[in-house]
Structures are given as structure tokens and as C-alpha cells.
């Protein structure tokens, strides 16, 4: 995970591979590129899924702990009747 600098720099490194995979399936035809193309994606694609799953279950775990401290605040304070 240290290679990528932030899931900005791993989402412009996966969608470079896609563009030169999609451009070599309808211009280019060359099936070493190709191959290349499908290996470095397949490569680099499970560190992008487990940067998003990181990532999202980090603002999961924050609006948990938020809403968590607002009901325990709420409960705790003096009901005015």
C-alpha cells in the first residue's frame, strides 16, 4: 500500500491502464499490449478496491462515533420539564 501516494494516485494509475486498454482493444490490436494492459490491471485493481473499502469504512466508523457522542451527550443532559 506505501507504493501509491493516496487513492487520488491509485485512481489516476488504474484509469491510465483502463484508457490504454480500451484505446489498444479498438485502435491499436496488438495483443502483447493487450496482455500487458489486463496484467497490470488486474494487478493494481485489488489495492484500488481495498483503498475504497478503507477509505469508505473510515467515514463509516466517523458518522458512527459522531452520532454515538450526540445520543450519549443528549442522554446525559438534564431533561428540562
Known amino acids: 500500500m506505501r507504493y501509491f501516494k493516496s487513492p487520488t ?17 479498438f485502435i491499436l490490436r496488438n495483443n502483447t499490449i493487450l496482455l500487458f494492459t489486463l496484467l497490470m490491471i ?3 485493481m485489488p489495492f484500488h478496491a481495498y483503498r ?4 469508505a469504512q473510515h ?3 466517523t458518522a458512527y462515533a459522531i452520532r454515538h457522542t450526540i445520543l450519549i451527550s443528549s ?4 431533561s428540562h420539564s
Open 59 to 61: 467515514q463509516i466508523d
Open 75 to 78: 442522554s446525559s443532559s438534564p
Open 42 to 44: 488486474l494487478t493494481i
Open 52 to 55: 475504497l473499502y478503507k477509505l
Open 9 to 25: 494516485h491509485l485512481s489516476n494509475i488504474i484509469t491510465f491502464w483502463i484508457i490504454i486498454f480500451y484505446l489498444n482493444l
